[in-house]
């Protein structure tokens, strides 16, 4: 996975929004079949896998360091502390850089969204009857990798500007609020489940960490 992660950043803009029209449809797909009493055993599994490649695109491990967006990630929306000091560029140049900037950022976002909406799918009345243990334990993985990154990025070292506005104040409480739902609802919905209980704590202990900083603060 970690070699499809390098292949999907060396192209970001178009890789992430690829793989986010993918798990879109995919998740379309699961609600058709919910609806239509069909067997969703294959969406499941392919939605495991994309949750999972999506996790490792945008985020890297994080263990025994400071979690960062990875390097492709901060080139593609124009972090400013990759940019040589004393770089002198044309306006045209500059305006380029700057659309290139807006198209990586929206990247980002849209596969960052469609990760956290998969996530979301249990809390979904249509989808949760047909929703399995493999899939949340998954997505929940997933989720806290991202999470990990840029939702509880370290003080001294800020998401870019373009991602801050993205998932910082209101909108990232709104991602703790959901992520808190979705811990709830794994542990009543999968009682015995016992690797999807372990990631969930891991998750929940790191939002509820994260909470109460976020509240304090």
Known sequence: MARVA??????????????????????QA???????????????????????????????????EIPLPPEAVLLAVGDSSLTAPGAVTSPEQQQASAASASAGAAAVERLSRSLLELTAVCLQQAAAAVVSSRLMEGSTWAAARWADTYLFPEEEEPLPEAL????????GLNI??????VA????VAFPGEIELHRQVVMAESDVTSYSTWWFCS
């Open 6 to 27: 390098v292949l999907l950043r060396a192209h970001p803009v178009a890789s992430f929004n690829q793989l986010a029209d993918l798990i879109g449809s995919k998740q």
């Open 30 to 64: 699961l609600a058709a079949a919910a609806a239509a009493r069909q067997d969703p055993s294959e969406l499941l599994e392919q939605l495991y896998w994309l949750v999972r490649m999506a996790a490792h695109a945008l985020a890297d491990s994080g263990i025994g």
């Open 164 to 171: 801050e506005a993205a998932f910082g104040d209101q909108s």
């Open 176 to 181: 703790l609020d959901m992520l808190v739902h």
């Open 184 to 187: 709830q609802r794994c542990l």
